[in-house]
């Protein structure tokens, strides 16, 4: 039976200088760089973080990261050192899709689902080097890796605390990275990552993101964290460069149709009752399974599904009127309920009140048009209106920058 | 194709495996049973411990061997025959005033009337609530939250089963099937002899006391057979002879020395199993005989499952607390007041409930019963086969002993031997000048020999959370694996151990009537 080991190489975490006791979280490493930025000095909590919901105002935040370039703090995103050498087999009987299409020096996005088949989270797998990678996903997880390490040769550690990040995303993060000296940097493809030699250090980039645009994450050890802060801000000045906070993030991620785990679906061991978790293809993430490993969890499960035909469908609905229809019900047009809007956002972009809902099948497919009940409220007036709706294939946001390499300049 | 569909591996010969091998054989299947030792039969065998003594060196009673199986199989005709029926148990009294329980009468130790009222009482009570599980142990259990027809339909015979004790007896089912027997047999008895006796019924081949609970429910099942005990003519072997000569009869091949050492995979299904040797043989299926954490780790391998099933296997509680002792004597052993036909009863050292209990304490801190409760049987007084003429052996299940034991087993194991026949020799002065040899086997032995994970002789404790549609665990419990082509059918599945070969019959109408979970390189 395999071992489980802490990965010596991930140093342990000098708690006493955190003073998480005090703030009963703890501050990111680029805290002392937020925080003058953080004008509205309101502080959310992100895992065991603190995290700025807005440093001045989500709109504006939004639309530097449409027309700019936005700087998002991702150090609480939960990470997972795995290495060994069943690293990618232990993988490959983790997650629904192949793993071993990921070769070294890429990211390839993921779901993982429990026996049942049912989604557990959605996530990105970093392929680092032979036999290494890091799975980040936005729940934890270590009782769930361990209990898959049963059987595999694999080291497994959480690096949460043992890397910092950020996300420079928007149409002038490739001009400002070219300007703080990353050479080379535009002939990243999306999905690549890049190590450069930066203050002494390694600094590493992926070509990835949650906005659904041109975009890069910065991985870098904590030591490290403030001097990157500076030196973005410093090459990204004439970039319209901004600090970011999670409100805008929703807005983005939303237009960009990217589900969220506890937003979009429940993940499935944190759920209790039955029938309130998705499979993958009740997410539309069917095109991440892959049948043709001889196993991995909850393949049995999809099968069966894939036979019997599943619940629901998630759709993004592109609906009247400018009200976004947030925790809204969905009704056809026989006022018959068929499911509920997970998260919604007016799209400036798109110039819509956009959402993805969660439809009782075989309601969803595109074209269909439906009603959303929104609840809105002016000055703690409640008013309703059954707004129509359309269920939609493409995604509200997919500018051609997103994917070009070198992506045009700004 | 058809013929490589016929072909059907079974691994291990132990008596569940030749029974799934008789019932697949009398069916067409091309059958072949892979036995890791040199003879048939697991933990249901005869063998020499000393030259020219024998012993049942794994189970040494027989009272569970499934009715409808012996009747299928026409295991009588085929030679099985009995040295002891109905055999009287005598509880030991170290002053030789024994307690003789035989059926629902009792005798000696002083007993009062009162016990003897509800001794046929309890026996009344408890024989009827071993029937319903009786009506269980030959089904394929249901599955729980199906649509499937026939799952509520088994499911609804038992409710219906439990309804029909009638409101009374139902009422008692309810609040006895999960507690512990201390407080039963406080409830209905005086004479602590008797008491003592009794809780072995539910704590015997267990990791239990009589104070745990579920060892009500160890008592039912263990009564479940509904049939007195018995000695096969020849040892427990006999029994496992016959079955191979059964299914020999059907068909089967049945190979011994041949260790299975893995489970061979084609894509999501098995495509057959590797020997020790390197040999290879093609099977589109699969039933092993191996308790579920030796299938679906050692042979299968843990990444071959899904993580959560893999879980689920890892945690089935079985580590033996079981060890065996043999005894080889030159001479009839003399016990306190017990003539030689009372010595071939099923003979129990428990004096009472609480010196069980103390004897279970030390098990749970890793150590063994400084004062160890025993079963004893002396089969050689009615089989001389077992024994040359004038010599004697002595059987006896002595507990506890745990898998675990802090201080290890390799010097401990002959400092328990001693204490055992220090035990023995409170009731029988003059054993230890009669040794010849001895022998114990400690569960890290039992493992061993009969290659039972933890050396639980159940492969799996007995308990309501591990039984039916939870045994070994829940998408497993119907005999299919969730691996294609692949199914159990020993003592780790339901109904559980003890000589039955009920799990094996199961098994073979679970095999019979299998289809894949078909996948897209399947």
């Known amino acids: 039976m395999s071992q489980i080991n802490q990965d ?14 005090l703030t009963k979280a703890f501050r990111s490493p680029f805290y002392s760089r937020q925080e003058p930025l953080n ?57 629904t899709r192949d793993v071993s299409k990921i070769k070294p020096g890429r990211v390839g996005y993921c779901c993982w689902c429990d026996d049942a088949g049912q989604v557990i989270d959605d996530g990105t797998i970093f392929h680092l080097s032979e036999n290494t990678y890091r799975l980040c996903s936005q729940e934890r997880h270590m009782d769930w890796l361990m209990t898959n390490t049963l059987g595999f040769d694999v080291l497994l550690s959480e690096e949460t605390h043992n890397v910092a990040a950020l996300a420079l995303q928007g149409p002038t ?238 | ?66 009715k409808t199986v012996c009747k299928e199989l026409s295991l009588e005709s085929a030679g099985l025959s ?82 029909m004790l009638g409101r009374d007896d139902m009422r008692e089912f309810l609040r006895i099937a999960g507690i512990n027997i201390y407080d039963i047999l406080q409830e209905n008895f005086e004479n602590p002899l008797l008491k003592g006796a009794l809780s072995l019924d539910g704590v015997l081949g267990t990791n239990l006391g009589p104070r745990s609970n579920n060892s009500v429910f160890c008592a039912l099942h263990r009564l479940s057979g509904l049939q007195g005990m018995a000695v096969p003519r020849g040892g427990m072997g006999a029994v496992s002879n016959t079955l191979a000569m059964v299914a020999k009869q059907h068909g089967a091949t049945i190979r011994t020395s041949a260790t299975v050492s893995r489970i061979l995979m084609d894509g999501d299904r098995v495509s057959g199993v590797e020997l020790q040797d390197g040999e290879q043989i093609t099977a589109r299926t699969v039933v092993s005989n191996a308790d579920p954490k030796k299938t679906f780790f050692d042979l299968l391998g843990a990444r071959n499952l899904e993580a959560g099933f893999a879980r689920r296997i890892q945690n089935i509680r079985m580590r033996g607390n079981v060890a065996k002792l043999h005894l080889a004597l030159d001479g009839v052993p003399d016990f306190n007041g017990l003539n030689q036909n009372q010595l071939a009863d099923r003979l129990l050292i428990a004096p009472d409930l609480d010196y069980v209990e103390r004897a279970f304490n030390h098990s749970k801190y890793g150590e063994y019963s400084v004062k160890p409760v025993a079963e004893i049987s002396i089969p050689s007084l009615h089989d001389d086969s077992l024994a040359p003429p004038g010599k004697h052996v002595l059987s006896a299940v002595v507990q506890y002993a745990p898998y675990q034991l802090k201080a290890g087993w390799s ?6 031997t001693d204490k055992v026949i220090d035990l023995l020799a409170a009731y029988a002065p003059g054993i230890r000048s009669q040794l010849v040899h001895k022998e114990l086997l400690t569960p890290v032995d039992i493992e061993n020999e009969f290659r039972i994970s933890g050396g639980h002789w159940h492969h799996g404790e007995l308990a309501i959370d591990q039984f039916l549609m939870l045994r070994p665990v829940p998408h497993s419990a119907q005999y299919a694996s969730p691996v294609n082509g692949l199914f159990l059918c020993g003592a780790g599945s339901h109904p559980g151990g003890g000589v039955m070969g009920s799990a094996g019959r199961n098994a073979a109408h679970a095999v019979l009537g299998a289809k894949d979970i078909e996948g897209e390189n399947s």
């Open chain 2, 1 to 66: 194709m058809t013929e490589i569909n016929n072909q059907i591996v079974i691994i291990g010969g132990g008596h569940n495996g030749l029974v799934c091998a008789s019932y697949l054989a009398k069916a067409g299947k091309q059958v072949t049973v892979l036995e890791a030792a040199g003879q048939v039969g697991g933990a249901a065998i005869t063998r020499e411990f000393a030259p020219g003594f024998k012993v049942s060196a794994g189970a040494h009673l027989l009272f569970m061997l499934d």
């Open chain 2, 82 to 163: 009995f040295s002891q029926q109905n055999m009287t148990s005598t509880a030991l009294a170290e002053d030789g005033n024994h307690l003789m329980i035989a059926g629902d009468s009792l005798q000696g130790a002083n007993i009062s009337s009162a016990d003897q009222a509800a001794m046929k009482e309890y026996r009344r009570f408890m024989n009827r609530f071993a029937g319903i599980i009786n009506r269980l142990n030959n089904r394929i259990p249901p599955r729980v939250g199906t649509k499937n027809r026939s799952d509520w339909i088994g499911l609804a015979k038992t409710a219906l089963d439990v309804r």
């Open chain 2, 411 to 416: 010097e401990e194991k002959a400092v328990l």
């Open chain 1, 173 to 410: 993060s490739c001009a400002t990275l070219k300007r703080m000296g990353l050479d080379g940097i535009e002939n990243m493809k999306l999905f690549d990552i890049r190590h450069f030699n930066f203050e002494d250090t390694q600094l590493m980039v992926s070509r990835t993101g949650f906005t659904g645009y041109l975009g890069y994450e910065l991985w870098i050890d904590p030591e490290h964290a403030e001097v990157l802060w500076d030196r973005l801000f410093e090459a990204g000045n004439l970039h319209g460069i901004k600090p970011m906070g999670d409100e805008a993030l929703q807005m983005l991620r939303v237009e960009a149709g990217f589900i969220q785990a506890a937003h979009d679906f429940m993940p499935a061991n944190a759920t209790i009752r039955t029938g309130h978790t998705r499979s993958p293809f009740e997410l539309g993430l069917g095109w991440l399974v892959d049948f043709k490993k001889p196993v991995f969890n909850g393949r049995r499960a999809l099968l069966e599904e894939k036979k019997r035909g599943h619940r629901y469908n998630l759709v993004k609905l592109d609906i009247d009127g400018n009200k976004p229809g947030c925790d809204s019900y969905v009704f056809t047009k026989n006022k018959k309920r068929v499911g509920t809007v997970t998260s919604a956002t007016w799209s400036p972009s798109a110039k819509a009140s956009v959402a993805l809902a969660s439809l009782e099948a075989p309601h969803g497919k595109p074209g269909e048009e439906l009603l959303v009940e929104i609840y809105y409220q002016k000055e703690l007036k409640w008013s309703r209106v059954m707004a129509k709706a359309r269920v939609v294939k493409e995604v509200f946001f997919d500018p051609p920058r997103k994917r070009q390499t070198p992506p045009a300049d700004f």
């Open chain 1, 8 to 21: 010596d190489k991930v140093k342990p975490i000098d708690f006493s200088t955190k003073a998480h006791y």
């Open chain 1, 39 to 95: 004008h509205l000095k309101e502080w959310g909590r992100w895992a065991d973080y603190l995290s700025p919901h807005a440093y001045t105002c989500s709109g504006i935040e939004y639309f530097a990261a449409r027309n700019a370039c936005t700087v998002f703090d991702l150090t609480p995103m939960t990470k997972y050192h795995i290495s060994g050498k069943d690293a990618l087999p232990f993988l490959n009987r983790l997650v």
